[in-house]
């Protein structure tokens, strides 16, 4: 007969699975690290560029989640939850992210239509090994939900969100789990 601390036990180890399987891939998806509770942390923490990477918080997606990034004709990379991204051959992954368009101050600079996003998952070459496009129209913050399955095995791959025009586009709330 189970007692109550098996049953327990047995939750507690379904529990556990259940939660390994959709572990969050992507280290500060939401820009909002704080060095004063995560001591040696920011803002950028996870995150790099070839540029320094703009974090700002004007018209935040919310209060509780003032800052985010902007990318324009530039790359962002994320070095993944543990310092790299586990990326198995076959294995579909769910992004999901909000963005925004930002508009030009001055109305030359505006530009109409839609604004591409290249989002990918690179080898340690820089290579794709999974990728996906998003179309950013309007100008509120939009919960993009993607999948993606990967082309090659590569234990140490990071997260590529690729700018392809000068339009600037905001990048909020970065999210990449096993399928």
């Given at each position: ?92 992954y769910d992004l999901k992210i909000a963005l925004r368009n930002i508009p030009a101050i001055k109305a030359e600079n505006r530009t109409e239509g839609n604004k591409l996003l290249i989002i990918q998952l690179i080898d ?56």
């Amino acid at each position: 007969m189970m007692n109550i601390k098996h049953l327990y036990l047995l939750f507690m180890m379904v529990f556990a699975a259940a939660t390994a399987h959709a572990q969050e891939l992507i280290k500060n998806g939401d820009f909002e690290l704080n060095p004063r509770v995560e001591r040696g942390t920011n803002a950028t923490t996870g995150w790099d560029s070839r540029k320094p990477v703009v974090v700002t918080h004007v018209d935040p997606i919310s209060a509780d989640n003032p800052h985010y990034a902007v990318i324009c004709c530039d790359t962002l990379y994320n070095e993944g939850a543990g310092g790299a991204i586990d990326v198995v051959d076959g294995t579909k992954y769910d992004l999901k992210i909000a963005l925004r368009n930002i508009p030009a101050i001055k109305a030359e600079n505006r530009t109409e239509g839609n604004k591409l996003l290249i989002i990918q998952l690179i080898d340690e070459q820089c290579k794709p090994i999974a990728e996906t496009t998003i179309r950013v129209k309007g100008q509120g913050w939009q919960q993009f939900c993607r999948q993606f399955t990967a082309s090659a095995t590569c234990a140490k791959a990071r997260l590529a969100i690729i700018g392809t025009s000068c339009a600037k586009i905001a990048i909020d709330k970065v999210s990449i789990k096993k399928h």
